[in-house]
T-cell receptor
Framework: GAVVSQHPSWVICKSGTSVKIECRSL??????MFWYRQFPKQSLMLMAT?????????EQGVEKDKFLINHASLTLSTLTVTSAHPEDSSFYIC?????????????FGPGTRLTVL | QKEVEQDPGPLSVPEGAIVSLNCTYS??????FMWYRQYSRKGPELLMY????GNKEDGRFTAQVDKSSKYISLFIRDSQPSDSATYLC??????????FGAGTRLAVHP
């Protein structure tokens, strides 16, 4: 099946710093990628839709100036958490549809666990 | 009321049992239905995908969608300890936005 990778898998940072998370589609091109956040024992909540070559679309309540998304190529989207605070500590997961024909399914990356001290 | 309701469990069953996992939803526009399995601290893995109503079988897994009742199910036959994970239902009206259930934690004990 389609493979989506994320880097890093785990990051610890100090409050006030910025953290960049990468999401790559390894064996397919993705014009659209999705970013989710998952708090412990809770479900995935869509944060934003990343579109290659254009601005990301953010869900209601998600601060676009805090969570910067860049989809610079067909295989890479990045999420930068700016001025991170402890309440931003969470599990961040990206996903992508494996092909235009299968645009109604999504394959997920392994996730990035962010801990802000 | 949440768009997708799913009992978080936990659900504990003996090895070999048939497991039934369910979700209900309120948005009649949903037409794509998925089940994902998520192991602890890992990303979700797509298990089953169904478009509109009907049944779909894949090995030990069977997915059912009843759009008239707004109810979907996942059955696991001959459950194994390796099936222990959180199972998430997800659905969408278009591919742009998946709505997830809360996830049901399943434990299969030997």
């Amino acid at each position: 099946g389609a493979v989506v990778s994320q880097h890093p898998s785990w990051v610890i940072c100090k409050s006030g710093t910025s953290v960049k998370i990468e999401c790559r589609s390894l064996d397919f091109q993705a014009t659209t990628m999705f970013w989710y956040r998952q708090f412990p024992k809770q479900s995935l909540m869509l944060m934003a839709t990343s579109n290659e070559g254009s601005k990301a679309t953010y869900e209601q309540g998600v601060e676009k100036d805090k969570f910067l998304i860049n989809h610079a190529s067909l295989t890479l989207s990045t999420l930068t958490v700016t001025s991170a605070h402890p309440e931003d500590s969470s599990f961040y997961i990206c996903s992508a549809p494996p092909s235009r024909e299968a645009a109604d399914t999504q394959y997920f990356g392994p996730g990035t666990r962010l801990t802000v001290l | 009321q949440k768009e997708v309701e799913q009992d978080p469990g936990p659900l504990s069953v003996p090895e070999g049992a048939i497991v039934s996992l369910n979700c209900t939803y309120s948005n009649s526009a949903f037409q794509y239905f998925m089940w994902y399995r998520q192991y602890s601290r890992k990303g979700p893995e797509l298990l089953m995908y169904t478009y509109s109503s009907g049944n779909k079988e894949d090995g030990r897994f069977t997915a059912q969608v009843d759009k008239s009742s707004k109810y979907i199910s996942l059955f696991i036959r001959d459950s194994q300890p390796s099936d222990s994970a959180t199972y998430l239902c997800a659905m969408s009206a278009s591919y742009n936005k998946l709505i997830f259930g809360a996830g049901t934690r399943l434990a299969v004990h030997p």
